[in-house]
């Protein structure tokens, strides 16, 4: 499997400003996936992030409000803009695993916001 | 759309005995089923995983077992340790990645 690391680990964000995370990878993968996960429950799909094209956002996630970069086949970053109290969550990237066959996900530590 | 029900939504069984997890879906297109343990403060791991063109599978004290007729699927932990204290997420899927999650389980394993 992948390994993947993800920073900031955590952060602490005033409302109104924004936060980047980072998704790294160690091997080239074609899918890059970003989750959030709200306290306490299940994963959401915020959007998938191709390497090449723009980022294919699900229902209730919009470009302005979480830009997606994907430079290349090794690294992602999402950014939470504007923030407000509700984006308090743990935001997830995963990777499709290469070589193992379709949809098998493996997942990065998760990066911990809170917004003051 | 699918649908994943997850049942129960907190475990307690003491050390040494077995846990069962399950979860239905909706969409019998579907044909791949990952389980996924999260450890507090950390992302999710997968576990074990089953293609509908399987019954059973197992690994080591881990199995899954998928009933394709009736539409669910289970995990099967035995000789529970305290290192499987944990929430497990269940999640199916119909092709190109998009995986749909259970609301997930915390199992507490009592000593």
């Known amino acids: 499997s992948a390994v993947i690391s993800q920073k900031p680990s955590r952060d602490i964000c005033q409302r109104g400003t924004s936060l980047t995370i980072q998704c790294q990878v160690d091997?080239?993968?074609?899918?890059m996936f970003w989750y959030r996960q709200q306290p306490g429950q299940s994963l959401t799909l915020i959007a998938t992030?191709?390497?090449?094209?723009?980022?294919?956002?699900e229902s209730g996630f919009v470009i302005d409000k979480f830009p997606i970069s994907r430079p290349n086949l090794t690294f992602s970053t999402l950014t939470v803009s504007n923030l407000s109290p509700e984006d308090s969550s743990i935001y997830l990237c995963?990777?499709?695993?290469?070589?193992?066959?379709?949809?098998?996900?493996?997942f990065g530590p998760g990066t911990r916001l809170t917004v003051l | 759309g699918e649908n994943v029900e997850q049942h129960p939504s907190t475990l307690s069984v003491q050390e040494g005995d077995s846990a069962v997890i399950k979860c239905t879906y909706s969409?019998?297109?579907?044909?791949?089923f990952p389980w996924y343990k999260q450890e507090l403060g950390k992302g999710p791991q997968l576990i074990i995983d089953?293609?509908?063109n399987v019954g059973e599978k197992k690994d080591q004290r881990i199995a899954v077992t998928l009933n394709k007729t009736a539409k669910h699927f289970s995990l099967h932990i035995t000789e529970t340790q305290p290192e499987d204290s944990a929430v497990y997420f269940c999640?199916?899927?119909?092709?190109?990645?998009?995986?749909?999650w259970g609301a997930g389980t915390k199992l507490i394993i009592k000593p």
């Open positions: 992030a191709n390497q090449g094209s723009e980022a294919t956002y």
């Open positions: 091997s080239q993968v074609t899918m």
């Open positions: 089953i293609r509908s």
């Open positions: 969409d019998s297109a579907s044909n791949y």
């Open positions: 995963s990777v499709e695993s290469t070589g193992r066959g379709t949809d098998t996900q493996y």
């Open positions: 999640a199916a899927s119909l092709s190109n990645y998009q995986l749909i």
